[in-house]
Nanobody, 123 residues
Framework: QLQASGGGLVQSGGALRLSCAASGFTLDDGYMAWFRQAPGKEREPVSCISGRRRTTYYTETVKGRFVISIDAVKNTVDLQMNNLNAEDVAVYYC??????????????????WGQGTQVTVSS
């Protein structure tokens, strides 16, 4: 089970930190990811991290602004989002899979999903 938190309203240029708590399994294996869905648009991948090697992946539009990480003590996967802008407004979802090899940007690869958390950016 995944539980996402940390969304909210922030001014353009501001920062938010999302957190996704996993229960029932550890984050040492598989992959964990964040997806987002803006109004009227399809769900898109944002970032992914591998549990074992902590290899990270980012979609081009967030590179240099977002950082994904795993907190092994809390068993959470976090997404630090900096320099937010209007294009980042969306409902953000965390996802996880125990598979050892995936196409990280494909939502079908993940069997566990958290509820969404809204991120809103004001100008």
């Amino acid at each position: 089970q995944l539980q996402a938190s940390g969304g909210g309203l922030v001014q353009s240029g501001g920062a938010l930190r999302l957190s996704c708590a996993a229960s029932g399994f550890t984050l040492d294996d598989g992959y964990m990811a964040w997806f987002r869905q803006a109004p009227g648009k399809e769900r898109e991948p944002v970032s992914c991290i591998s549990g074992r090697r902590r290899t990270t992946y980012y979609t081009e539009t967030v590179k240099g602004r977002f950082v994904i990480s795993i907190d092994a003590v809390k068993n959470t996967v976090d997404l630090q989002m900096n320099n937010l802008n209007a294009e980042d407004v969306a409902v953000y979802y965390c996802a996880a899979t125990r598979s050892s090899k995936i196409l990280w940007g494909m939502s079908q690869e993940y069997e566990y999903w958290g509820q969404g958390t809204q991120v809103t950016v004001s100008s």
